[in-house]
Every structure is written in structure tokens, then in C-alpha cells.
């Protein structure tokens, strides 16, 4: 065997290495956003358990949960805080076919100069 099928082969290895290792770091990304979806809009219902967001495309209602985080202005808050007309990014996760929210963010956020 010479040295250049030697060379061949090892550069071959190393490359299929790194495609695995690609392989495995994009299903680790994918794996981490899972199912979660952002909605983002205007406030146009909220009931004690749920908020709908008008989007650009349409309404969507989400559900929350005794675990969902609200954050008004980088601040923690409560659902009594959020108001109709509020614009908002909820990220939500399904279950049973329903959008339940994580996270609830609104509020005005500070300009950057």
C-alpha cells in the first residue's frame, strides 16, 4: 500500500467525522427549539386563561399556565398587566393541538442609540 491511498483514506475519515459532527450539532439545534412557535401582534381578547393576538395574517389564540412567565418592559409581571391593544411576542409550545405559552413578552423596550 502506498502513501498516497493512506493519505486518501485518512483525509476520508476525518471527513466523515466532521459530517457526522455537523449531523449531530444541527439535530442538537433543531431538538432545542423543538415545536416552539413566536407570536407576534397586537392583544385583541384576553381572558384568565388564554390571549388572542391579531398577526399580520390572522388571529391566534394562545393558552397560559400557572408556569407561563410574563415579562413587561424586561420586567417581571402578571397577565393583569397585559392590556387589549398591546403589542406582544408569545413563545408557545403545542399541546393537544393548542399553542400554550411559555412566555409572554410586551411593553415598551428601551431605544438603543
Same mark, same amino acid.
Given at each position: 500500500?502506498?502513501?498516497?491511498? %493512506?493519505?486518501?483514506?485518512?483525509?476520508? &475519515?476525518?471527513?466523515?467525522?466532521?459530517?457526522?459532527?455537523? &449531523?449531530?450539532?444541527?439535530?442538537?439545534?433543531?431538538?432545542?427549539?423543538? %415545536?416552539? +412557535?413566536?407570536?407576534?401582534?397586537?392583544? %385583541?381578547?384576553?381572558?384568565?386563561?388564554?390571549?388572542? &393576538? +391579531?398577526?399580520?395574517? +390572522?388571529?391566534?389564540?394562545?393558552?397560559?399556565?400557572?408556569? %407561563?412567565?410574563?415579562?413587561?418592559?424586561?420586567?417581571?409581571?402578571?397577565?393583569?398587566?397585559?392590556?387589549?391593544?398591546?403589542?406582544?411576542?408569545?413563545?408557545?409550545?403545542?399541546?393537544?393541538?393548542?399553542?400554550?405559552?411559555?412566555?409572554?413578552?410586551?411593553?415598551?423596550?428601551?431605544?438603543? +442609540?
Amino acid at each position: 500500500m502506498g502513501t498516497g491511498t %493512506t493519505k486518501k483514506e485518512k483525509f476520508k &475519515v476525518k471527513r466523515m467525522i466532521l459530517l457526522v459532527a455537523f &449531523v449531530m450539532f444541527a439535530a442538537g439545534l433543531a431538538a432545542a427549539h423543538g %415545536t416552539d +412557535q413566536h407570536v407576534m401582534g397586537t392583544v %385583541t381578547a384576553i381572558s384568565d386563561n388564554s390571549i388572542t &393576538v +391579531q398577526t399580520a395574517t +390572522q388571529a391566534v389564540t394562545i393558552y397560559t399556565m400557572a408556569e %407561563t412567565r410574563f415579562v413587561k418592559s424586561g420586567v417581571p409581571a402578571s397577565i393583569k398587566d397585559l392590556k387589549l391593544g398591546d403589542r406582544v411576542v408569545i413563545h408557545a409550545g403545542k399541546t393537544d393541538n393548542k399553542l400554550m405559552a411559555h412566555e409572554v413578552r410586551f411593553g415598551p423596550t428601551e431605544k438603543h +442609540q
